[in-house]
């Protein structure tokens, strides 16, 4: 961590904390610059650090993974960006079934979250613990900012060197970003992309932000066929830039096959490919909707126990009746409708509880009233994520 940099508390540092002393490994997963590295030298000061972003240490790794492996004599080795070397998680396993220590002595990160978690469970099942860190949220940025200036990760998204660094022209990192994404990790993922073509799919995804996807429409905005479009977002998807959110049906088969809505995983990113670079912009663009929803979408998935691969789904019946997000628990429903709105009015809430056929539900409408607390209205409560936690309001 550069010394002009202020450090964060991030809220998963006790997970990590403790999940090392339940298995011998731990893989942390997340989109680069998400603080990962630095998050976990910080945890683990006297560890050793190697990054296969160094061309030679992968080299050596890829050669000889095994004795790559042996010749560590520390206690604990954190090993950086492992999607670049698949073959150590084989021999992982053999060096922990010769001598299966507990707490972990191997600490493994890589921002290519589903080609990781496809290694780990195939050759270390049993033996790993998978985490996943987002970018900053609210949470972990609140109680360093005035309430105005909250407002902020809104347009500028939760990437820590955004708000470490004093002066950081947000602009420019951004672009940065996104051009070593498309450049470096891509390569490694689709067979020489069109990277003009492939900066006109990404802004194609952004105005479709919380939209149902589209392949037919994406790939005519961009210029390229409907089956390159749904190969670039699943890259997008198993890179941890975009999610995809299911529908909810009561037929769980059902959700495999209806077309599921588009989010990006951080704010800064989808207002950067959208221009958007300050909260008056962002009130006066006719996205300012999606951005708003896009941001609870955010705020729900960094909540303990939530997920979009298990209970976080929308909602959208034949006759059109929706709610934006849906958490599915086993005695009731919780409904949430993101408004960019101080005041919002009716909100879909009743409707969809209906149509669903339940009266086990709680409502919840996301929005941007100005003041702290919890504001219950007639089928719902109303909050504002900036200003008040939801996690403060949402048990599993």
């Not at 790794?61 to 004795?67: I, M």
């Not at 396993?93 to 493994?108: G, H, T």
Request: neutral net charge; charged residues 25%.
């Amino acid at each position: 961590m550069h010394n002009i940099m202020k450090w964060f508390y991030r809220t998963i540092s006790e997970t990590i904390l403790n999940q090392v002393n339940s298995r011998p490994v731990l893989l942390l997963t997340g989109i680069r610059q998400s603080g990962k590295s630095a998050l976990l030298q910080k945890l683990f000061p006297d560890a050793r650090y190697i990054t296969f972003d160094h061309y030679q240490n992968s080299e050596t790794a890829l050669n000889n993974p095994s004795a790559f492996l042996n010749s560590f004599t520390e206690e604990r080795i954190i090993l950086d960006e492992v999607q670049y070397v698949p073959e150590l998680f084989r021999e992982l396993k053999i060096i922990i079934d010769k001598d299966r220590v507990i707490p972990a002595r191997w600490i493994l990160t890589g921002s290519q979250k589903f080609v990781l978690l496809e290694s780990a469970r195939e050759s270390l099942a049993g033996r790993i613990s998978l985490l996943e860190l987002n970018t900053m949220g609210t949470n972990e940025l609140r109680d360093y900012f005035k309430p105005d200036n909250i407002q902020e990760i809104l347009w500028k998204g939760g990437f820590p060197e955004t708000w470490a660094i004093p002066g950081i022209n947000i602009q420019l990192y951004l672009d940065d970003y996104i051009t070593t994404y498309l450049e470096k990790d891509l390569r490694s993922i689709i067979q020489t992309p069109n990277l003009r073509d492939f900066h006109r799919f990404l802004r194609a995804c952004a105005v479709r932000t919380g939209a149902l996807v589209n392949f037919t429409e994406m790939a005519r905005d961009t210029g390229i066929s409907p089956n390159t479009a749904k190969s670039w977002l699943n890259t997008l998807v198993r890179s941890g830039i975009i999610t995809l959110l299911e529908p909810w049906f009561r037929n769980i088969s059902k959700r495999l096959t209806k077309t599921p809505k588009l989010y990006f995983n951080d704010q800064g990113l989808l207002c950067r490919l959208l221009n958007i670079e300050n909260i008056d912009q962002l009130s006066a663009n006719h996205h300012s909707g999606a951005v708003w929803e896009n941001f609870v979408f955010n705020e729900l998935i960094r909540i303990y126990g939530i997920s979009s691969e298990r209970n976080l789904f929308f909602y959208r019946d034949h006759n059109q009746v929706e709610v934006d997000f849906l958490i599915e628990k086993t005695e009731e429903v919780i409904l949430i409708e993101a408004k960019f709105a101080e005041r919002p009015g009716r909100t879909n809430i009743k409707k969809a509880a209906a149509s669903i056929g339940t009266a086990d539900f709680k409502g919840i409408c996301t929005c941007r009233v100005p003041e702290k607390g919890v504001f219950q209205t007639e089928t719902s409560v109303m909050i504002n994520p900036l200003l008040e936690p939801l996690s403060g309001i949402i048990s599993l």
